[in-house]
């Protein structure tokens, strides 16, 4: 199965995209389709960067794209729903269930609160969630509006995440807006997912750094 079937599959996009109207009702960054779709290109390039089977690739690439479908049910808890959606449709789908026992355990464990790298595919699609920061998700319309995730968002005027293959590095470089957010406000909100990152570049035998402004800060 390919990551083109997987995103031409209407059931899957609706699920999507029903999840994303719910969260931002709630207040919550965007986790449309912009977001599906970076997830899955940064989690394959990852895994291409460090030489990985192609196979290998287009599940982390798949893993990316669904990863957040369980938001069509409810915030809390999205990543072990978004899990179970996902088997029902990987079945459905006819994808071998050696691989869909990949893409769900990815998508089970990309969130933070309760998740970590299990494997090579999570790892990559931990590091490309975690590391979109970036002041297109905002969608509050004013700053008087913004909490505290839309105000690291927003302030993220750029946000580049590097691998070096031979240092063995994966490496987030971000410009931030101190007159918006400073680095320390950043690390205030994400430092449970920066911790995360951490770990799965470990997971992929590298070491994880960030730069903050030129800085490095991790």
Known sequence: MTFEEIRQNEEIRAYMEKGNENLGVMGFTEHAMAHAMRAAHTAADILRKLGHEEHEIELAKIAGYMHDIGNCVNRTDHAHSGAI?????LRDMKMAPTDAAVVIAAIGNHDEKKGTAVDAVSAALILADKCDVRRSRVRARTQADFDIHDRVNYAAENSVLSIDAQKKTITLDITLDDTICSVLDYFEIFTQRMLMCRRAAEKLGCR???????SKVL
Do not use: L, S, Y
């Open 85 to 89: 959606m996902a088997m029902g449709i």
């Open 208 to 214: 994880f750094c960030m730069t903050a402004n030129g």
